[in-house]
Nanobody, 118 residues
Framework: QVQFVQSGGGLVQAGGSLKLACAAS????????AGWYRQGPGKQRELVAT???????DYGDSAKGRFTISRDNAKNAVTLQMNSLRPEDTAVYYC????????????WGQGTQVTVSS
């Protein structure tokens, strides 16, 4: 059974930093693509960042230059360091894993709230 434990998040002032973490069980993150998505109020869920099995990272336009995704293979966890936060970064952030072999399955964390005040 695949499970995620998300931590971090909370309330921060604009310009501040937060770090999110997602610890997985029942699936090996280094063998799959892992990442973060977010959904702001009244918005569709969007890509924040992903990291591939080879450690190649990809970022959504809003995250480029400010956020950094990394993976800790020993802890089977993925983290998202968020710097220079803006009010528009306010959203629920979801950990996500997509399996790399059939059947291709998407797994989602429970979400964690990030609120950036102006």
């Amino acid at each position: 059974q695949v499970q995620f434990v998300q931590s971090g998040g909370g309330l921060v002032q604009a310009g501040g930093s937060l770090k999110l973490a997602c610890a997985a069980s029942g699936i090996t993150l280094s063998r799959n693509t892992a990442g973060w998505y977010r959904q702001g109020p009244g918005k569709q869920r969007e890509l924040v960042a992903t990291i591939s099995t080879f450690g190649v990272t990809d970022y959504g336009d809003s995250a480029k230059g400010r956020f950094t995704i990394s993976r800790d293979n020993a802890k089977n966890a993925v983290t998202l360091q968020m710097n220079s936060l803006r009010p528009e970064d306010t959203a629920v952030y979801y950990c996500h894993v997509k399996t790399q072999s059939p059947p291709y399955i998407d797994y989602w964390g429970q979400g964690t709230q990030v609120t950036v005040s102006s």
